[in-house]
């Protein structure tokens, strides 16, 4: 199966001159979805881990669903001021601007490994952030997964020069 036959390319989001790949239809269609999350969960046996960490919003998707079937405890990067208690934040810069993530302090045992899931990986910052965060907690990246990388901009080499390994179930 042909995902990339399931993300549609939106030229100009969420501005000019970005190229955006919408996941919307790709979720919709039960085959590619589920084709896709097996597809995660096969790379996912590539790491040791202990926990699986979302960064919002569509990174929730893929991580609860590999959380789910790897028997996996589930940890959320949020935006500002979603989480209830001390967060540790960290700033990172997008293709497009620039955004914030938080993790809350207490919700990861010093000795964790966690994998990072995302839906695309485009310059990095994204990623990076979120490894920055769990740094924070005094837990270790056991890597990264996401759905789809973007070659181009060349975030895998910076994830990579950070020392975190990546992969990504489609590069284009």
Not at 37 to 54: A, C, E, M, R, T
Not at 78 to 93: D, F, I, Q
Not at 132 to 157: R, Y
Request: net charge negative.
């Amino acid at each position: 199966m042909n995902l990339l036959d399931y993300l549609p390319t939106v030229p100009d989001f969420p501005r000019p001159g970005i190229m955006f790949k919408d996941i919307s239809p790709l979720l919709a269609n039960q085959r590619a979805f589920h084709f896709a999350i097996d597809q995660l969960y096969d790379l996912s046996h590539h790491y040791d881990f202990d926990y699986v960490l979302g960064i919002e919003s569509r990174g929730f998707i893929f991580a609860t669903a590999i959380a789910q079937v790897s028997r996996k405890g589930l940890v959320l990067a949020r935006k500002p001021n979603k989480l209830p208690k001390k967060v540790y934040v960290e700033s990172y810069g997008l293709e497009y601007g620039s955004d914030t993530l938080e993790i809350q302090q207490d919700i990861l045992p010093s000795d964790a490994k966690v994998l990072l899931i995302d839906d695309v990986l485009a310059t990095g910052g994204t990623l990076l952030a979120a490894a920055k965060l769990v740094k924070q907690t005094g837990a270790t990246v056991a890597g990264s997964l996401v759905l789809l990388e973007i070659t181009e901009l060349m975030g895998g080499e910076k994830l990579t020069k950070a020392n975190i390994q990546s992969m990504a179930l489609i590069q284009i």
